[in-house]
């Protein structure tokens, strides 16, 4: 297999050199891509002075805008995302690659317990490994990480779907389940980074749970629509009971929430067949 190496970098010289050095020693024959998303520090020089191949973004676009770049330059069969601020072992490629030629689509480097990250963040990526694995009914260990590799061909066909923030391996993962795609994890330990980390918690963390819930509606629209109208169609019923018992009518307000419930319902069924559609190749 022919491997590309993927680093996405905003101002990381502080890191990116040993990073580099590491990934030569490890993947010699490997294509190493750097794309400078706009950086105002030596990220640029640092690279191409350690051999990486640097594509440049003329302001910052976002992680996401990066990885669309690198992986539509990149000329290998298999893709290997990592970030350059030292957080993965570049030594766990080898783990990633095995995999993959085991048939795997997509494999997942999944931080361990241990792994450096607040407690804050820590907790939001069990929640959102939760509503990951709900959606798509199988086990997400690790969404968020960043960590991955896999087949260029099958991940060219979401670059249209992915957001230009952080949010990339969100994305892709959900896509990967709702295409049918083989997905499967490699524990990694995440080690803590060189410099200051670019991700800010309420900001990133709220628009990673709206991409969730977008790439649900994408992946099993029924799974969200479907539980809005049946609490709609439960508190329908629990008024009608009590207005029904005190009053002895039926109210508007009852009327409405049934017919809420039945709207929505038929809502779901209908981005269900759009959904269908969309994965029709």
Known sequence: MRISVILPAKNESQGIGAVLAKIRREVPHAEIIVVNDGS????????????????????????????????RSATGD????MDADGQHNPADIS???????????????????????????????????????????????DLTSGFRAVRSDRFREFLYLLPNGFSYPTTSTMAFFRAGYSVTYVPIHAAKRVGQ????????GTRFLLIIFKIGTLFSPLKIFAPIALTMFMVASMWYGWTWW???RFTNMSALLYTGSVMVF?????????????YRD
């Open 95 to 141: 783990r990633l690659l095995e995999e993959m030629k085991q048939g795997y689509d997509m494999v997942v480097g999944a931080r361990q317990k241990g792994s450096q990250a607040t407690m804050g963040r820590g907790l939001a990526n069990r929640v959102y490994n939760y509503l990951a694995s709900w959606m798509t009914g199988h086990a997400v260990q």
């Open 197 to 204: 980390s670019h991700i800010r918690l309420l900001r990133d």
């Open 246 to 248: 005190h009053q002895g």
């Open 78 to 81: 298999v893709l290997v995302f």
């Open 40 to 71: 105002t520090d030596e990220t640029a020089v640092v690279a191409e002075r350690n051999g990486a191949y640097v594509l440049h973004h003329p302001y910052s676009k976002g992680n996401g805008a990066a990885i669309k770049t690198g992986a």
């Open 266 to 278: 038929l809502m779901g069924l209908i981005s269900e067949q759009i959904t269908a559609l969309m």
